[in-house]
């Protein structure tokens, strides 16, 4: 039998795509000598040129299917995607009637019955973990035999839809094959067309979730169980992955991963005893089920960066999405993963249907706290309707259908816009394409939490500390103050464009700050614009790379040496204690003055790290004379009246060349 499996099209420049994990799963079950299957990835074949974004791109995938004369084909469906399957099954079907349509996946599981009533060119639906019965499915359809006997197939018999008993879940992970990659190009092709610096690779750590968000689909789509793959098989699999695919980097697919901590213990102790701890990876966490001791072994296993599923910072919208975070132990959570070096992306959802103003408010002020701790990766989004989740069951008859949000995009395939029939069928049954719909939310408009699950994302990076004072000075909702200010930079300086940019942020929050501070009125709070100039500062020395020393062989006597500021080493004045303040916010202290004390700072950015230090006040004006046009010895005459009048000359000229010594390898100077 001739099997060809299908990865829809898709393309979305900021994200990056890896091979079709569940499909290689499915091929690799179910290969034997007389079963020829191949895969083809239409997301990769948009990056490689193979076919293009146009029009035409669903006959183009239909036609290269076509070519290889298959049997049956089988589509990976997703939410985003599930109008590609639908559109590239009719036109196969069209043309090759004998050919079985078959499709499988987290969306296609919840609304089997549905997509088999509304698309008659399908011929069955397999639902939940697909692995055996796929390979079931196919033996069937070899030995001339219908669906009738195949747990986990929703399918069509004589015009009636048929629903099989649902196929219990595999009780060993182990019992699966390890992923056979050989249906698929090289990690390195994925990374190269992606522009990643490392190939990566899934490693598949277990199935399951116990939990019951509201929003989410995998506790029902694995029945409230949970399973995990052996620690002997991940990392067994991890060097599989690096010796023969090249695979640089692992993504531990598993939201439980660390809901056990000797699980987690165990497998870090393995991988560092096999010397794989040198290939990076990030794994799902949650953050009561981390500690500092575990963080630390992670970090020694390899642990780069991690996710935690924060959602909310309202306590009535946690109680409606049956979430349990507790604020204090976040703060401490983020400051422990930064201190072990690993980067933590803090996942937040605004939007709900409960969701008052307030609510939005305490979630984007709860975002900025985070991201005053420094070195983290904000995420912003709006909730995403799933079927089978309970927020699809209780709110599929209010959904509305208002904007684009992150999960409904990818499918921009005629000149930057969706396919006109794309959205005919998407607007043909919103509940069976409800992540592509809204949800109305009584705190702000869709529109408006659009932008700020857009946009946000950059003022917590970049300007997090001024932001957050701003909020608490002006006693005004975070949400407006934010909107305002999209308003404003549309007005003044985004020249007709509708989206922000980091560089956008980086040139403008000074002058809207400003603005908004001396147009208030408020007396107090002047610690405020020194923050703002604080946060700038910072952006402008990570402006610049790093560039190395020249290493000299003949160095002149250090007198006629001529000293500069390296490219990516700032100095700058405060009249407040910045440090201190910045101290007080990370304590959730926000004082709305402090007493005048002059401070010079040394802002040096390198290895994609900020340094930040306080100097004297010779230190400062030694620096600010290093420009490169300027002799040690001239250096020494203009401070020495300053600094040097109680001591011999020789004696300051020692000290300049010592301080001269000693910033450079500090890599403040260049000499």
């Known amino acids: 039998m001739k099997i060809v499996l299908v990865f829809p099209p898709f393309y979305l420049d900021s994200m990056y795509n890896l091979p079709p994990l569940g499909l290689i799963n499915i091929a690799t079950m179910a290969k034997n000598p007389n079963r020829d299957i191949i895969i083809h990835d239409f997301a990769l074949a948009i990056r490689n040129k193979k076919i293009k974004m146009s029009r035409t791109i669903y006959d183009d995938c239909a036609k290269i299917v076509l070519g290889e004369n298959p049997d049956l084909v089988g589509f990976s469906a997703q939410c985003t995607t599930y109008p590609g399957v639908i559109r590239i099954a009719e036109k196969i079907k069209k043309e090759s009637p004998e050919t079985k349509i078959v499709i499988g996946g987290h969306n296609a599981s919840f609304v089997a019955q549905e997509t088999l009533a509304g698309f008659p060119f399908i011929d069955a639906v397999v639902k939940g973990e697909g692995e055996i019965t796929f390979q079931e499915l196919v033996a069937a359809y070899e030995n001339g035999l219908d669906e009738a006997g195949v747990a986990g197939v929703t399918y069509r018999s004589h015009g009636k839809i048929i629903q099989n008993k649902d196929r219990k879940l595999i009780k060993v992970l182990d019992d699966l094959p390890m992923a056979d990659y050989s249906f698929v190009r090289p990690f390195s092709e994925y990374s190269g067309l992606c522009g990643l610096p490392r190939s990566i690779a899934i490693l598949e750590v277990g199935r399951g979730c116990p939990h019951r968000c509201i929003y989410c689909s995998e ?188 999960f409904s995009l990818g499918l921009e395939f005629d000149n930057g816009s969706r396919l006109a029939l794309d959205d005919k069928i998407i607007n043909s049954d919103p509940s069976l394409f409800s992540s592509f719909y809204n949800l109305a939310c009584p705190g702000r408009s869709l529109e408006e939490l659009n932008i700020i699950a857009s946009y946000f994302p950059l003022i917590i990076n970049l300007y997090s500390k ?206």
Not at 266 to 291: A, G, M, Q
Not at 349 to 355: A, D, L, V
Request: glycine share 4%.
């Open 219 to 406: 506790s029902v789509m694995w029945q409230q169980k949970t399973r995990t793959f052996s620690i002997n098989r991940l990392v067994k699999e991890m060097r599989h992955l690096h010796e023969n695919y090249n695979a640089q980097c692992f993504l531990l697919a598993y939201d439980q991963f660390t809901a056990k901590k000797k699980f987690v213990e165990d497998f870090c102790t393995l991988v560092i005893e096999e010397k794989l701890n040198h290939l990076p990876w990030y794994c799902i966490s949650r953050l009561d089920t981390v500690d500092p001791p575990l963080l630390r072994r992670m970090r020694e296993a390899g642990c780069e960066s991690m996710c935690y599923g924060i959602d909310s910072g309202s306590k009535k919208t946690l109680a409606f999405i049956r979430k349990k975070i507790d604020e204090d132990i976040l703060y401490e959570r983020v400051k422990e993963t930064t201190k072990q070096g690993i980067v933590p992306t803090l996942s937040f959802i605004i939007g709900f249907p409960s969701e008052e103003k307030e609510d939005i408010d305490a979630t984007m002020l709860l975002a900025l706290r985070t991201g005053v701790q420094g070195n983290s990766n904000p995420l912003v989004q709006m909730p995403t309707v799933l079927p089978g989740t309970d927020l699809h069951k209780f709110y599929k008859d209010k959904l509305v259908r208002r904007v684009d949000t992150y």
């Open 466 to 671: 001024s932001f957050l004072l701003l909020t608490i000075a002006l006693k005004e909702s975070a949400s407006d103050l934010f909107i305002k200010f999209f308003n404003w930079m549309g007005s003044n300086h985004l020249q007709g464009r509708p989206h922000l940019t980091h560089g956008d942020c980086f040139r403008n929050f000074s002058e809207f700050a400003d603005q908004t501070f001396k147009g208030s009125g408020i007396k107090k709070w002047s610690h405020f614009q020194e923050m703002v100039k604080y946060e700038t500062v910072s952006l402008k020395a990570g402006k610049f790379s790093h560039t190395k020393q020249p290493c000299y062989t003949d160095l002149p006597p250090s007198k006629e040496i001529m000293p500069m500021l390296r490219e990516n080493v700032i100095i700058s004045d405060f009249e407040y204690n910045i440090r201190e303040i910045i101290e007080d916010l990370n304590m959730g202290i926000f004082n709305n003055q402090y007493a005048a004390e002059s401070v010079a700072l040394i802002f040096r950015f390198e290895d994609n790290e900020l340094e930040v230090t306080e100097i004297n006040d010779f230190g400062k004006d030694f620096l600010d004379l290093c420009d490169g046009s300027a002799r040690l010895k001239e250096i020494v005459s203009t401070l020495y009246p300053v600094y040097g009048s109680d001591m011999e000359r020789n004696v300051f000229v020692k000290e300049c060349e010592e301080a001269m010594t000693g910033l450079s390898d500090l890599r403040l100077l260049q000499v």
